[in-house]
């Protein structure tokens, strides 16, 4: 019986298994290009352009900065990067995770440990930067829900909980097209890199 296979081919021209991820078959070209095509909340938002999981990134590597009181760019590199799996497995929503099982997070880790690993961060992040990351996640999620899913704020306070008004005030929900996304993602990518050293 033929094995199944279970590898994607990148843009880059890498192959990336999916059940064995490597280090070395990872590009920011190819998460930056993925993410940027992959739409938040299954597309069920308002506007001309899908809010993609790049833009999401972004904005949460922005929200963690602000929680963060010791800026540290490696952290900041994994907030940017906390949804990097999804460029090739897909953005998909908390039901249908939960509908799914174990096997979905198994999965979601094994990819995360690889794009980690390949850029300079460990393999599992330390668990307060966890839960940081896990906050301005879903600070993004509440501004999201309210600005362009069509929830109401009561709804979203009771899903995600209601963010510090201080903490989003300047900040607005962003529809671009998918290059532009892509550009500032690999920028700001870089720009971490950099700074790390």
């Not at 809010?51 to 540290?72: F, G, I, M, P």
């Amino acid at each position: 019986m033929p094995k199944t296979r279970a590898w994607q081919k990148m843009l880059s021209g890498r192959r990336l298994d999916l059940l064995d991820p490597t280090p070395v078959d990872i590009e920011i070209e190819d998460i930056a290009h993925g993410l940027s095509f992959v739409a938040r909340w299954n597309g069920q938002t308002k506007g001309d352009f899908a809010y993609s999981v790049a833009e999401h990134s972004l904005l949460v590597e922005r929200l963690y900065s602000r929680l963060s009181r010791q800026l540290d760019p490696k952290w900041q590199l994994a907030a940017l990067l906390h949804d990097a799996p999804e460029y090739v497995i897909g953005d998909m929503i908390s039901p249908a995770k939960a509908a799914i099982g174990p096997g979905y997070d198994d999965l979601d880790k094994r990819l995360a440990a690889a794009v980690h690993i390949r850029f300079g961060l460990p393999a599992t992040l330390p668990v307060a930067v966890k839960k940081q990351i896990k906050k301005a996640d879903k600070i993004s999620a509440w501004m999201e829900a309210t600005q362009i899913a069509g929830f109401t704020v009561e709804e979203a306070n009771r899903f995600f909980g209601r963010p510090d008004a201080d903490m989003i005030t300047d900040l607005e929900i962003c529809l671009r097209p998918p290059l532009e996304t892509r550009h500032d993602y690999i920028a700001r990518h870089n720009q971490l890199l950099e700074s790390i050293g």
